[in-house]
């Protein structure tokens, strides 16, 4: 059985920093291109951030380019996210996927496919 966790949500101020953390279980980490994803109210689901199987590719949101930094560990199961001068906009639930790789790394943030394992969220928010 699969199962992704998310962790590291909470609340920061504007300027602040937060690292979000994705675990998987239950599926060989490294046969998956990983994602991050953010909704917030009223709002389409909106691919934030991902990286290919290796790590050595990777694909960031205009909104987030230069602010967040994906990464993974393999050995750990593990998916992270790096937040960096956080703005309120950046307030929303955010969610890991795993998909995988031969759906391609860029796919994945774009429109990820119905076989995509999805996390139940961490909810971020950044207050002014």
């Known amino acids: 059985q699969v199962q992704v966790v998310e962790s590291g949500g909470g609340l920061v101020q504007a300027g602040g920093s937060l690292r979000l953390s994705c675990t998987a279980s239950g599926l060989t980490f490294d046969d998956y291109a990983m994602g991050w994803f953010r909704q917030a109210p009223g709002k389409e689901r909106e691919g934030v951030s991902c990286i290919s199987r290796s790590g050595n590719y990777t694909y960031y949101a205009d909104s987030v380019k230069g602010r967040f930094t994906i990464s993974r560990d393999n050995a750990k199961n593990t998916l992270y996210l790096q937040m960096d001068s956080l703005k309120p906009e950046d307030t929303a639930m955010y969610y890991c996927?795993?998909?995988?790789?031969?759906?391609?790394?860029?796919?994945?943030?774009?429109?990820?496919?119905?076989?995509?394992?999805w996390g139940q969220g961490t909810q971020v928010t950044v207050s002014t």
């Open positions: 996927a795993a998909q995988k790789a031969w759906y391609g790394t860029m796919s994945l943030c774009a429109r990820p496919s119905s076989n995509a394992y």
